[in-house]
């Protein structure tokens, strides 16, 4: 436990961390990569050069450090990047690095203005900050490992089948090359994915939401190709798409995460989802309709137009056999799409259209998709008085606040 003029010193120096924020993290991550460049088989280069991973890492020690007293608080953050560092193999020996170059940041930045007391004060809770982050991850390991099929760090799976759902989004089919069992997840969940790239020094790690039910013999993935190969995520997302065929072996990592469909709740549901948003809501889809297939399920999808829009014919299969209304939006539907009356609303999912279609008074309303997808749905649901508890989202990327 910190003393008093310890957590003091904190709390009155974290407003000036804060300010710095920006350039202590950049002379972090710089300092860290050049000592330990085997770091970068685990951090995604793609977040490193936008700068977001920077702003999520250290802006979570300073927000943690606030609570410093009393980090119970903030147990539901730390759950949900535990679950992201379990997912990419992050191991106790990686605290003290990142500790290390935190501190080392700090001082070249803040310069005399950080005296011993000050660094002594944050090497002290950064320690205590660590161990919370640790002792959860360690916890998500050995539950990981435990259950049956369950495993830790990476497996090779073997890539079954191969599935083109759209002009841009490919599901992988996985299977387990020891073709002992797999463990279960749960609806909305994530793996990771570690990728050797031919011709490239380092590893890629990528988390996708797992796009299938739980209970098959194999885990399905469906991955959008993004645009642009040079960008880092492009790589990866069109490595897949062009390199890997049937036969291949992926490293992959176990079910984690904690935006998931909670199945003990028997209240109406709203799945909402934008572009490649939709594959941890099919996961959610199909699991409500074979468990439960009395349970009222509301799936809206937005897509661009019927090119883009994967998984069409797998979500009206499930809808006819259970109790699900879908509706599908095109925001710029092609010719085709109007001639095969392939949607049924022209443009976004506004406020509007929830208040005069949906039961805004009992559901559970869980969506993914990009950001300003996202933005407009949760502040559209709040506006209508949908109460925090039943609003469940999840991002791709490092979290971003949904607030304007
Ligand atoms: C992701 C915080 C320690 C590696 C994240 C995220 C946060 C965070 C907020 C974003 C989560 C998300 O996107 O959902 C922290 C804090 C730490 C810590 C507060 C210390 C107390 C570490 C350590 C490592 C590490 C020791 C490994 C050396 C990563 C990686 C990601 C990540 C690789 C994924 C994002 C990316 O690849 O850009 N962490 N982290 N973190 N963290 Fe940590």
Redesign the pocket.
Known sequence: MLDQKTIDIIKSTVPVLEEHGEQITTVFYKRMFEN?PE?LN???H???KQG??QR??????YA?AKYIDNLEMILP??N??A???RS?G??PE??P???KY?LLGIKEVLGDAATDEIIHAWTEA?GV??D??ISVEAEMYDEAASQNGGWKGFRPFIVANRVEESEVITSFYLKPVDGKALASFKPGQYISIKLEIEGEEFTH?RQYSLSDAPGKDYYRISVKKEAGIETPDGKVSNYLHNSVEEGEVLQISAPAGDFFLDTERDTPVVLLSGGVGLTPMVSMLNTVAELNPEKEVTFIHAALNGKVHALKEEVAATAAKAKVNSVVFYDQPTEEDRQSNSFDVEGYITKKWLKENIDLDQADFYFCGPVPFMKAVNSSLKALGVTEDRIHFE?F???ASLEA
């Open positions: 330990h770091l685990i951090f995604n793609a977040n490193q977001r991973q999520a890492l250290a802006g979570t020690v943690a953050v730390v949900q990047i679950h992201k560092h990419l992050i191991l990686h605290y690095i990142v500790g935190l950064y900050i660590a919370a982050f790690i991002f990327g490092p979290m």
